[in-house]
Protein backbone atom coordinates (compact mmCIF):
# COMPACT_ATOMS: atom_id res chain seq x y z
CA UNK A 1 0.00 0.00 0.00
CA UNK A 2 1.43 3.31 -1.04
CA UNK A 3 0.95 6.00 1.96
CA UNK A 4 1.47 9.37 1.56
CA UNK A 5 4.65 8.95 3.47
CA UNK A 6 6.09 6.32 0.87
CA UNK A 7 5.10 8.35 -2.35
CA UNK A 8 6.85 11.60 -0.72
CA UNK A 9 10.06 9.47 0.35
CA UNK A 10 9.92 7.98 -3.42
CA UNK A 11 9.49 11.14 -5.01
CA UNK A 12 12.84 12.17 -2.64
CA UNK A 13 14.62 9.58 -3.95
CA UNK A 14 13.44 10.02 -7.89
CA UNK A 15 14.76 13.30 -7.32
CA UNK A 16 17.53 13.14 -5.60
CA UNK A 17 19.04 9.91 -7.79
CA UNK A 18 18.04 11.90 -10.99
CA UNK A 19 20.25 14.80 -10.02
CA UNK A 20 23.22 12.49 -8.42
CA UNK A 21 23.23 10.40 -12.08
CA UNK A 22 22.90 13.60 -14.14
CA UNK A 23 26.01 14.72 -12.14
CA UNK A 24 28.25 11.62 -11.91
CA UNK A 25 26.61 9.14 -14.11
CA UNK A 26 26.25 5.72 -12.81
CA UNK A 27 29.22 4.35 -11.98
CA UNK A 28 30.64 6.92 -9.74
CA UNK A 29 27.00 7.39 -8.48
CA UNK A 30 26.29 5.46 -5.01
CA UNK A 31 23.51 4.65 -3.20
CA UNK A 32 24.47 6.41 -0.53
CA UNK A 33 25.07 9.83 -2.03
CA UNK A 34 21.37 9.29 -3.58
CA UNK A 35 20.03 8.85 0.19
CA UNK A 36 22.63 11.59 1.74
CA UNK A 37 21.25 14.28 -0.96
CA UNK A 38 17.42 12.77 -0.22
CA UNK A 39 17.65 13.43 3.51
CA UNK A 40 16.93 9.16 4.53
CA UNK A 41 18.72 6.28 5.42
CA UNK A 42 20.29 3.94 2.67
CA UNK A 43 17.99 1.23 3.61
CA UNK A 44 15.17 3.70 2.45
CA UNK A 45 15.98 3.86 -0.69
CA UNK A 46 16.71 -0.28 -0.72
CA UNK A 47 12.89 -0.54 0.63
CA UNK A 48 11.58 1.41 -2.40
CA UNK A 49 14.32 0.12 -4.89
CA UNK A 50 16.01 -3.20 -4.59
CA UNK A 51 18.98 -2.27 -6.66
CA UNK A 52 20.61 0.91 -8.03
CA UNK A 53 20.17 -0.43 -11.61
CA UNK A 54 17.03 -0.69 -10.67
CA UNK A 55 16.66 3.01 -9.41
CA UNK A 56 18.52 3.92 -12.24
CA UNK A 57 16.06 2.37 -14.83
CA UNK A 58 13.24 3.99 -12.85
CA UNK A 59 15.11 7.76 -13.17
CA UNK A 60 15.86 6.91 -17.03
CA UNK A 61 12.08 5.97 -17.21
CA UNK A 62 10.82 8.88 -16.29
CA UNK A 63 13.28 11.25 -17.70
CA UNK A 64 12.39 9.72 -20.93
CA UNK A 65 8.97 10.33 -20.29
CA UNK A 66 8.88 13.64 -19.83
CA UNK A 67 10.97 14.52 -23.12
CA UNK A 68 8.22 12.34 -24.90
CA UNK A 69 5.72 14.45 -23.94
CA UNK A 70 7.40 17.47 -24.50
CA UNK A 71 8.53 16.55 -27.72
CA UNK A 72 5.00 14.75 -28.69
CA UNK A 73 3.62 18.65 -27.76
CA UNK A 74 6.18 21.01 -29.16
CA UNK A 75 6.75 19.56 -32.48
CA UNK A 76 4.80 20.48 -35.46
CA UNK A 77 3.56 17.29 -36.93
CA UNK A 78 1.67 18.57 -39.54
CA UNK A 79 4.97 18.32 -41.69
CA UNK A 80 6.36 14.94 -40.70
CA UNK A 81 9.65 15.24 -42.36
CA UNK A 82 10.46 18.18 -41.21
CA UNK A 83 8.90 16.70 -37.16
CA UNK A 84 10.75 13.23 -37.53
CA UNK A 85 14.09 14.85 -38.55
CA UNK A 86 13.84 17.56 -35.28
CA UNK A 87 12.88 14.47 -33.05
CA UNK A 88 15.82 12.24 -34.60
CA UNK A 89 18.17 15.19 -33.70
CA UNK A 90 16.97 16.29 -30.20
CA UNK A 91 17.16 12.77 -28.91
CA UNK A 92 20.88 12.41 -30.16
CA UNK A 93 21.38 15.92 -29.13
CA UNK A 94 20.22 14.78 -25.73
CA UNK A 95 21.67 11.16 -25.56
CA UNK A 96 24.96 13.47 -25.55
CA UNK A 97 24.49 16.21 -23.50
CA UNK A 98 22.40 13.90 -20.85
CA UNK A 99 24.52 11.56 -18.41
CA UNK A 100 21.46 9.24 -17.42
CA UNK A 101 20.20 9.39 -21.21
CA UNK A 102 23.56 8.91 -22.45
CA UNK A 103 23.42 5.11 -20.45
CA UNK A 104 21.68 4.00 -23.45
CA UNK A 105 24.79 3.75 -25.28
CA UNK A 106 27.41 2.95 -22.55
CA UNK A 107 29.00 -0.53 -22.00
CA UNK A 108 28.20 -1.39 -18.61
CA UNK A 109 24.68 -0.95 -18.06
CA UNK A 110 23.69 -0.07 -21.62
CA UNK A 111 22.45 -3.73 -22.81
CA UNK A 112 20.58 -4.30 -19.68
CA UNK A 113 18.96 -0.76 -20.03
CA UNK A 114 18.19 -1.48 -23.91
CA UNK A 115 17.01 -5.27 -23.14
CA UNK A 116 14.66 -3.91 -20.18
CA UNK A 117 13.07 -0.84 -21.28
CA UNK A 118 12.92 -1.59 -25.66
CA UNK A 119 12.72 1.36 -27.85
CA UNK A 120 9.32 0.10 -28.59
CA UNK A 121 7.30 1.30 -25.47
CA UNK A 122 9.55 4.66 -26.12
CA UNK A 123 7.56 6.34 -29.08
CA UNK A 124 4.14 5.62 -30.16
CA UNK A 125 3.04 6.72 -33.69
CA UNK A 126 -0.19 4.96 -34.55
CA UNK A 127 -2.02 7.50 -34.37
CA UNK A 128 0.29 10.30 -36.50
CA UNK A 129 0.27 7.75 -39.01
CA UNK A 130 -3.01 7.13 -39.60
CA UNK A 131 -3.52 11.40 -39.69
CA UNK A 132 -0.76 11.36 -41.80
CA UNK A 133 -2.15 8.58 -44.37
CA UNK A 134 -6.05 9.94 -44.30
CA UNK A 135 -4.41 13.58 -45.21
CA UNK A 136 -2.56 11.97 -48.11
CA UNK A 137 0.92 12.77 -46.90
CA UNK A 138 2.39 9.01 -47.12
CA UNK A 139 3.32 7.40 -50.46
CA UNK A 140 1.05 5.12 -51.71
CA UNK A 141 2.82 1.78 -51.54
CA UNK A 142 3.16 2.83 -47.47
CA UNK A 143 0.74 1.28 -45.11
CA UNK A 144 0.40 0.32 -41.86
CA UNK A 145 1.64 -2.84 -41.37
CA UNK A 146 4.85 -1.65 -43.17
CA UNK A 147 5.30 1.54 -40.43
CA UNK A 148 4.77 -1.31 -38.04
CA UNK A 149 7.93 -2.81 -39.68
CA UNK A 150 10.04 -0.10 -40.23
CA UNK A 151 9.05 0.99 -36.27
CA UNK A 152 10.36 -2.55 -35.30
CA UNK A 153 13.52 -2.06 -37.38
CA UNK A 154 14.73 1.17 -36.58
CA UNK A 155 13.65 -0.50 -32.34
CA UNK A 156 16.02 -3.34 -32.99
CA UNK A 157 18.90 -1.00 -34.46
CA UNK A 158 18.38 1.16 -31.65
CA UNK A 159 18.21 -1.64 -28.94
CA UNK A 160 21.47 -3.37 -30.09
CA UNK A 161 23.10 -0.05 -30.76
CA UNK A 162 25.03 -1.47 -33.54
CA UNK A 163 25.25 2.12 -35.26
CA UNK A 164 26.50 5.48 -34.39
CA UNK A 165 24.01 7.94 -33.60
CA UNK A 166 24.79 9.79 -36.78
CA UNK A 167 24.56 6.69 -38.98
CA UNK A 168 20.93 5.87 -37.14
CA UNK A 169 20.17 9.77 -37.98
CA UNK A 170 20.98 9.16 -41.54
CA UNK A 171 19.08 5.97 -41.84
CA UNK A 172 16.08 7.67 -40.12
CA UNK A 173 16.31 10.20 -42.29
CA UNK A 174 16.52 8.66 -45.92
CA UNK A 175 13.65 6.35 -44.54
CA UNK A 176 11.33 8.98 -43.98
CA UNK A 177 12.39 10.52 -47.31
CA UNK A 178 11.30 7.64 -48.83
CA UNK A 179 7.54 7.28 -46.81
CA UNK A 180 6.04 10.93 -47.66
CA UNK A 181 4.90 11.81 -50.68
Given at each position: ?????????T?A???A???E?????????????????A??????VY???????????????????????????????????????????????????????????????????????????????E????????A????P?V???M????L???????????????T?????????D????
Open positions: MNTPARHDADILSAEAFSEHGFQKTSVAAIANRGIAVGTLAFPSKYELFKAVFSQLQQRRQVDLLNRLDWSDPRTAIGQLIRENIAATASNRVLAEWHSEKIGPQLRADMGAGDLWRFELFQQWHDGLLATDTALADLEVARVVDQAAISSPAFEFLVEAVVKLFV
